[in-house]
């Protein structure tokens, strides 16, 4: 084996965007993946020839000139990824105490839609998107802008969502259609920080997209892009421990035996997972804890149908239903009660634009539901298991029939993930959807840096800045700065 300039740990979209980026600048990388399949989050399955998304169903930010799309123009992947606009005037519906409402792309767009509903509310809406503007021109590599310290973002890792919201509204019912989304970022009002609300909404307000046949053909095109620059990918990979010498990283060390040594080391996976694999006094022990402290993101359980052919529309939009008076539903989570919201999404097909051939559902489930079966293998978890997900996936179903009519008879087969396949998949504590959970009240706690007390230790991946395509596209480059130069590299992807 070669010593390479960089050896990446993990092939999600945090692992792969570094590897793009690094292969791209002239360094010899290699990507190590415990998975026969690269993409993590990114990566879709295929059954009777129909595809499931798992990880990844809407992003923001992909039109000309909005952040994501000059990212992935500077990593050579934008013109061959499949895109799906969703619908222009309501990309999001929310389902909010009967009533549905409708978030729409561009600003103006959104705030005139709202108003039909809330008239007298107008003020405030204008209120709540210029705050949201404002907050994110405070974050200098989401606007494709070098970060040299000198701007507010920490300021609003220190707001909760919840105060901000309400600060724009009294109105009770158009805080909870504003705070309508939050399960995309597993919110908590008075502890998510109002920046990762706002950060997400502007990207899906400026343009909101969907990936055609699924989104692993991200994961296909990053690969492929890697290849071509000379850059290794492992497959059944798993590094199991990073020797570390007196100074620095020495080598990573497989399951299988197998050592890779490195000049540099970057860690794409959960942080505490890469704290386990070095054992070292170089990282002390008060930053452990901090880490191994740090509280995950509640996880998920999902539903993934197939349909009957032309049985069930392709709806160009996403749905959210709530059951309950708020739309905060982790604070009030009760299994008795389940599922108190859900997402439900159709996935673009270039087989068909009027019927959808797939869908997924999606809702909050505590790990605590599942863990009496967590020492027990895939396929081997028995019989109360399986009937465990069946009553559960049923309660979903019957849920999303009565605001779908025709949903349920459409449906040819369905498959189900709980908080053990997303520890089984993704290796994220506890199940958890989106990883750390940011704390607005302990905004240093739940922050982590890229760059570690091992000089050539980095990490990157969704713990690190942001969760979501974006979030770990942009945390990708962060990490890179560290070896490449913030404004050389910043420059490069201005000048794509
Ligand atoms: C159900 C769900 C729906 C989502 N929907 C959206 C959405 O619509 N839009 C959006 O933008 N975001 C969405 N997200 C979030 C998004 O998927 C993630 O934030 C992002 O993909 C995380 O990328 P990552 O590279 O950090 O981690 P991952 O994708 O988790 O990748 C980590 C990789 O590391 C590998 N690995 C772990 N340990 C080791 C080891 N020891 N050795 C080698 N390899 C290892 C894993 O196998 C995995 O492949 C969703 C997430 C979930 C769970």
Avoid at 29 to 48: A, I, M, P, S, Y
Avoid at 431 to 456: C, F, M, V, W
Wanted: net charge negative; hydrophobic share 35%.
């Amino acid at each position: 084996m070669p010593k390479y300039d960089v050896v990446i740990i993990g092939s999600g979209l945090g692992g792969l965007f570094c590897a793009n980026i690094l292969s791209k600048e002239g360094m010899s990388v290699c990507v190590l993946e415990k998975q026969k399949h690269f993409g993590g989050n990114l990566q879709t399955f295929k059954r009777d020839g129909k595809i499931f998304d798992t990880g990844i169903h809407y992003v923001g930010g992909l039109g000309e000139g909005q952040n994501l799309h000059q990212y992935f123009k500077y990593a050579g992947i934008i013109d061959d990824l499949k895109l799906e606009r969703l619908d222009l005037d309501s990309f999001d519906q929310i389902n909010f105490q009967g009533k549905k409402y409708a978030y729409a792309q561009g600003y103006d767009n959104f705030i005139e839609t709202l108003a039909q509903d809330f008239p007298e509310e107008k003020e405030s809406l204008k209120k709540y998107t210029n705050e949201i503007k404002k907050i994110c021109n405070e974050f200098p590599l989401y606007n494709v802008r070098p970060n040299l310290g000198k701007d507010d973002e920490h300021i609003y890792y220190e707001k909760n969502v919840g105060s901000f919201i309400n600060s724009v509204t009294s109105n009770r019912t158009l805080q909870n259609v504003l705070a309508g989304n939050n399960l995309l970022y597993a919110g908590i009002p008075d502890k998510t920080p109002v920046a990762i609300h706002a950060l997400i909404t502007n990207s899906l307000i400026e343009g909101a997209y969907r990936f055609e046949d699924g989104s692993h053909q991200i994961a296909d095109v990053l690969i492929e892009s890697i290849q071509k620059n000379g850059g290794t990918l492992l497959n059944d990979s798993e590094v199991v421990k990073l020797n570390v010498g007196s100074e620095k990283v020495e080598s990573a060390v497989l399951k299988s035996g197998e050592v890779i040594e490195a000049n540099n080391f970057i860690s794409a996976i959960h942080p505490t997972l890469t704290l386990a694999m070095t054992d070292t006094h170089l990282l002390r022990k008060s930053y452990r804890n901090r880490i191994h402290d740090i509280e995950e993101t509640i996880s998920v359980f999902a539903i993934y149908v197939a349909f009957k052919p032309d049985s069930f529309p392709y709806l160009n939009y996403n749905y959210y239903q709530f059951n309950e008076d708020s739309v905060w539903s982790i604070p009030h989570y009760d299994p008795e009660r389940w599922p108190q919201e859900y997402l439900f999404l159709t996935l673009p097909s270039s087989k068909s634009k009027k019927y959808a051939e797939t869908a997924t559902a999606m809702t909050y489930m505590k790990y605590s539901e599942v863990k009496q079966w967590e020492n027990s293998s895939i396929g081997k978890r028995g019989d109360d298991y399986e009937a465990f997900k069946k009553y559960k996936a049923e309660l979903l179903i019957d849920q999303i029939d009565k605001q779908f009519p025709g949903f349920k008879s459409s449906i040819t087969t369905y498959y189900t993930s709980t908080p053990l396949s997303m520890v089984s998949y993704t290796g994220t504590r506890n199940g958890s959807i989106y990883g750390i959970q940011h704390d607005s009240n302990e905004p240093l706690k739940s922050r982590i840096a890229p760059r570690t007390k091992i000089p050539n230790l980095l990490l990157s991946g969704q713990n690190v800045n942001l969760h979501g395509v974006l979030g770990v596209t942009v945390g990708s480059v962060l990490t890179c700065t560290n070896l490449l130069g913030m404004e050389y590299l910043l420059k490069k992807i201005q000048d794509a």
